[in-house]
Each structure stands twice: as C-alpha cells, then as structure tokens.
T-cell receptor
C-alpha cells in the first residue's frame, strides 16, 4: 500500500512568492496533520483535519499560512507571501481517529522548503 | 499541559554497545499514547512503537526494547548491540486519546544517536 505522499520533495523560492505544498494521505485514514520541523523549534503541529474539517489550527504561524482539505484524499498547505524564516521541512501525516480510537500517525517523506 | 522531554541531545557509541534513550513525559490525562519515531539521515520519520497508557508491559522487537513506567512518567528505548544503521535522530512523542487535541503528537526535541564502527 502507498504511504503518505507529499509533493514537491524540494522547493526553492524567493521571498514574496507563493508556495503550495501538497499531501495525499493513506487511503482509509480520516485525519491529516501538517507539521513543520526546524532546528530551533523542532517538530511542531501546524494544523489538524478530521473528516476534511480543520479541528485545530492553533499552530498556524500567521495569516500568511493557509491549509485546505477539499476531499479525503488531498490537502494543501499554502504560504503567501513566503519569507526566509519559513524555510523548514514540512511533513504531512495521516491517521484514523474516531470516538476513542486513535491510531498511529504515519508520515510522508516531507517537503524541504528554502525561501531565499 | 503536555510535554515530552528528551534530556540527551546527542549520544555517541561504538558498534555493538547497548544504548538507552530516555524519554520523560507530562500529561494530566489518564488516557494517552506514547510513541517513538526514528529519523535517519535521509530525513523521513519512521514509526517504531506505540503504547497506550493502560499497557505498562515492556516490549521487545529484535534488538529494540521499550520500558514504560507510569510511576516515573518515563518511556525509555534501548537498542541492544547497536549497529551503524541505527544512527539517526530518535523522537519520543505523546498524544491524548480524547478531547479536542485527540491524536495531536507532542514531540520531544529528539536524541541524535551516532554509532561508530
């Protein structure tokens, strides 16, 4: 079975440009998570969707960041306009969560974003 | 508030040595999950183990073993007879089993393990 798929794997852009990161969760999972990893802050949750609905976006840094999940098999994380401090590895993860059942999160390979 | 502490930032061992990675957690929840993930130099996050708060049995998987002790809020990870391929950053994580943050992973800062030949 395919794992979590992310694209692109690497993105280099200039400050002020729009960046869109994409994620396809594991089929059958109903929860999707976006994380950011930096040396300074480690791994931090940005936003969490359950059944395509954003449940917790308290980790989204500011209005320049937005995330959508139009259907169960696709999500995007957009940064507009991008800034050098957004440079990081962005991970998408998926899981199945319902009632008191909380399954393991499996991670995609990540997108390494560099903003010049 | 939930918190995961991995006090060891970096550990270096020689191949075939045993090594233990420490993890201490804080939570007010009575039901929660604990995890270990491995991040090799290639960068992906690989799931190793998941434990729920009601299951304090230790677990062994090949050269890997985990010691969960609720009394000390610890979930330590031991690699026996370490190998060069074990070199990676290892993350301990915690998640609630209920509530608005159900499923959210709170990660420790990670422990970088270097195994030298």
């Amino acid at each position: 079975d395919a794992g979590v798929i992310q694209s692109p794997r690497h993105e280099v852009t200039e400050m002020g440009q729009e960046v869109t990161l994409r994620c396809k969760p594991i089929s059958g999972h109903n929860s999707l998570f976006w994380y950011r990893q930096t040396m300074m802050r480690g791994l931090e949750l940005l936003i969490y969707f359950n059944n395509n609905v954003p449940i917790d976006d308290s980790g989204m840094p500011e209005d320049r960041f937005s995330a959508k999940m139009p259907n169960a098999s696709f999500s995007t994380l957009k940064i507009q306009p991008s800034e050098p401090r957004d440079s990081a590895v962005y991970f998408c993860a998926s899981s199945f969560i319902a009632g008191e059942r909380t399954d393991t999160q499996y991670f995609g390979p990540g997108t390494r974003l560099t903003v010049l | 508030a939930q918190k995961v502490t991995q006090a060891q930032t970096e550990i270096s061992v020689v191949e075939k040595e045993d090594v233990t990675l420490d993890c201490v957690y804080e939570t007010r929840d009575t039901t929660y999950y604990l995890f270990w993930y491995k991040q090799p130099p290639s960068g992906e996050l690989v799931f190793l183990i998941r434990r729920n708060s009601f299951d304090e049995q230790n677990e062994i998987s090949g050269r890997y073993s985990w010691n969960f002790q609720k009394s000390t809020s610890s979930f330590n990870f031991t690699i026996t007879a370490s190998q060069v391929v074990d070199s990676a950053v290892y993350f301990c994580a915690l998640s609630e089993a209920r509530g608005g943050s159900q499923g959210n992973l709170i990660f420790g800062k990670g422990t970088k393990l270097s195994v030298k030949p």
